[in-house]
């Protein structure tokens, strides 16, 4: 089992900039891909980014050159900086986390960018 918390959601103006926790419950080196994703309200949830254990990651087309996704071993803690945050940016980010052949989720954090 491995329970995620996310953490530094809020309301941002556009242009602007957050940095997103998920802390694990357990060490992040068993955990084989950790990985940001989001949700608008009526769409489907859709990936931000990705982060191996190999260190390879991979970006949303709407993320590329704005996010950065990070991980700090010794916290068990994985980040998403979002840089130059747009109105679409706008959604609920979750945590994700696939080990052993399952996949868990936080609980979100919710992300608004508006003027």
């Known amino acids: 089992q491995v329970q995620l918390v996310e953490s530094g959601g809020g309301l941002v103006q556009p242009g602007g900039s957050l940095r997103l926790s998920c802390a694990a419950s357990r060490s992040i080196f068993t955990i084989s891909a950790m990985g940001w994703y989001r949700q608008a309200p009526g769409n489907q949830r859709e990936l931000v980014a990705r982060?191996?254990?190999?260190?390879?990651?991979n970006y949303a087309d709407s993320a590329k050159g704005r996010f950065t996704i990070s991980r700090d071993n010794a916290k068990n803690t994985v980040y998403l900086q979002m840089n130059s945050l747009k109105p679409e940016d706008t959604a609920v980010y979750y945590c994700n986390a696939d080990r052993l052949g399952m996949t868990y989720w936080g609980q979100g954090t919710q992300v608004t960018v508006s003027s």
């Open positions: 982060m191996t254990s190999g260190d390879r990651t």
